[in-house]
């Protein structure tokens, strides 16, 4: 009887360890199981029979509309998959905080769309479980995608975290398209060049003549001294642009404060020769060549300053498309005054790892995969980048794509991104997706900036390394203490250039960084190199 009573005990422990086993099975980390949903379907379009609806925080450029829903590429691609998105707004100027305030509480939705979700993030959220898995997804519903991490198998490294899981799609641009890798040139005014009898600048010492020129002289002939040299959002772009001219950058974008010198990784930034990089830019700053309002100026501001033509140089993706401005030509890599020159504002092909992420949150992830898996492929990237054949661009007899002319020569005097806003919503950048040159047709595949291509290609940066992704213990310190050292050299270089701190405090700052912690801050970023380069 005891007997008895022991085996049917042991049979209700068993049937209950086997329902709470089932009922955990989706717990935050767990990657979810394939959809066994009548209303799914693996393949082929509608992805859901009746209607569902899906809301992704979404970053948002300022060239961009203010609803994505009515958009022509999502108001088709809704009626295609019978899927709803409700796009929720943020302006690329706030997205960090805002990103940051909804993963600190619970008031995070089913996806971060174009949000820009940093390496850090990806970790840290990936393994607390807030962003799920992507691994198993991928394998099962994304056959795009997986197609292109074979293709290149330096995507998928780069997306794997050191736990070995994937927690987004990126933006990923094919390494061969050169001029989406050089992206935001520096540009100079060509007209303005021809009435001062000068040559396009190879060095920095022509381009800082040119800027000076422009500042001296009322070019556009109005009697006004409105012309401004060099204007921008943020005075770091202009410093990558010439870091290349000391030698300084060479590993590309992905790598802001390290490069490699001599076979050995080097903190450039308080390098005593870097210290004329800085230099540099101060003069410029110190004579008035460089727009004043270049710390807290926004971007649609200084477009619609930039759309006055009183630019004598800027970086941006196209003066043409974004600033309707016509006679602009880009410089190649300039060479500085040892004879360096490097084009080291270089972006590497996975440009923005964190561009997609699905959250736990999220009730329908196969479907949503699914929904972004479309975008990897060539017929869903050309949809996504040129919209619908015959409304927004023809195609020509030897296959080539063109937009319409009502988005190349408005009727309304409208720019070719103001044109376009209301059709697709690419602009700006950020987008998860795959880029190639057959079918994207923003301002990078216009003819000036294939010619700035052909320029730099020569200089280009010789071994470009995508960012390397670091362990949870190595998070916590280049999240703390390494956000803290990358803070104070932005905010001192502030300083030195404006003039509020003197450059003969050069010496004392970089000494300051060292102590706040670069020796344990390379150990940590050669560990990581030591992972990337024997994973090749």
């Not at 794997?160 to 050089?182: A, C, H, Q, V, W």
């Not at 916590?476 to 956000?483: I, N």
């Amino acid at each position: 009887m005891k007997s008895t009573k022991w085996i049917v005990s042991l049979l209700i422990v068993t049937m209950l360890v086997g329902l709470l086993s089932a009922c955990s099975g989706n717990s935050k980390g767990k990657t979810e199981e394939p959809a066994n949903d009548a209303n799914f379907n693996e393949t082929g379009f509608p992805i859901v029979n009746e209607p569902i609806e899906l809301t992704f925080f979404t970053g948002k450029a300022a060239t961009n509309g203010n609803n994505f829903s009515e958009t022509l590429v999502w108001s088709e691609y809704e009626k295609k998959t019978n899927i709803k998105v409700n796009f929720e707004l943020v302006p690329f100027e706030s997205l960090t905080e805002k990103r940051n305030l909804a993963l600190a509480g619970s008031n995070y939705p089913d996806a971060f769309y174009s949000a820009r979700v940093p390496a850090a993030d990806l970790m840290k959220y990936g393994a607390a479980g807030t962003f799920i898995k992507l691994n198993d997804l991928i394998d099962q519903h994304a056959p795009n995608f997986k197609k292109l991490m074979e293709k290149y198998p330096d995507l998928k490294r780069g997306l794997t975290m050191p736990d070995g899981n994937i927690y987004s799609m990126p933006s990923f641009y094919g390494p061969e398209f050169l001029p989406m890798l050089i992206g935001t040139p520096l540009w100079v005014k060509q007209s303005w060049l021809d009435k001062l009898g000068m040559e396009e600048p190879t060095t920095t010492d022509e381009l800082y003549h040119y800027l000076k020129a422009v500042k001296e002289t009322d070019l556009n002939e109005n009697g006004k001294a409105d012309e401004i040299p060099y204007a921008g959002t943020g005075i770091a772009p202009l410093i990558e642009q010439l870091n290349g001219a000391w030698g300084f950058g060479n590993r590309g974008l992905g790598h802001k404060f390290v490069d490699q010198y001599d076979n050995k990784l080097r903190f450039y930034r308080t390098d005593p020769k870097y210290k004329e990089v800085i230099d540099y830019v101060r003069k410029l700053y110190e004579e008035g060549l460089i727009d004043k309002e270049i710390f807290t100026i926004k971007t649609a501001a200084l477009y619609a300053k930039g759309q006055e033509g009183v630019f004598g140089a800027t970086i941006n993706p196209s003066p043409k498309t974004q600033l309707n401005q016509e006679d602009y030509i880009g410089l190649g890599a300039l060479k500085g005054p040892y004879g360096d020159q490097i084009y080291s504002h270089l972006k590497v092909p996975l440009v923005w790892p964190g561009a997609f992420v699905i959250t736990d949150k999220n009730k329908h992830p196969e479907e949503t995969i699914r929904w972004m898996d479309y975008f990897y492929g060539d017929e869903g990237a050309t949809f996504y980048f040129m919209g619908v054949e015959n409304v927004t661009y023809t195609k020509s007899a030897d296959g080539e794509l063109e937009f319409v002319e009502d988005i190349t020569k408005n009727k309304d005097g409208l720019t070719m991104d103001q044109a376009l806003a209301k059709y697709i919503t690419w602009l700006g950048g950020s987008y998860p997706g795959y880029v190639q040159k057959q079918y994207f047709k923003g301002s990078e595949s216009l003819p000036e900036s294939v010619a700035v291509g052909k320029k730099a290609e020569p200089h280009k940066v010789e071994e470009l390394w995508n960012k390397f992704n670091f362990t949870e213990e190595e998070l916590d310190f280049m999240s703390t203490v390494g956000s803290d050292i990358e803070t104070y050299i932005s905010e001192m270089e502030a300083k030195f250039i404006t003039g509020t701190e003197p450059m003969s405090n050069w010496d004392k700052y970089a000494e300051a960084v060292n102590k706040l912690g670069v020796d344990k801050y390379m150990k940590i970023y050669n560990d990581a190199y030591t992972r990337y380069s024997s994973s090749q």
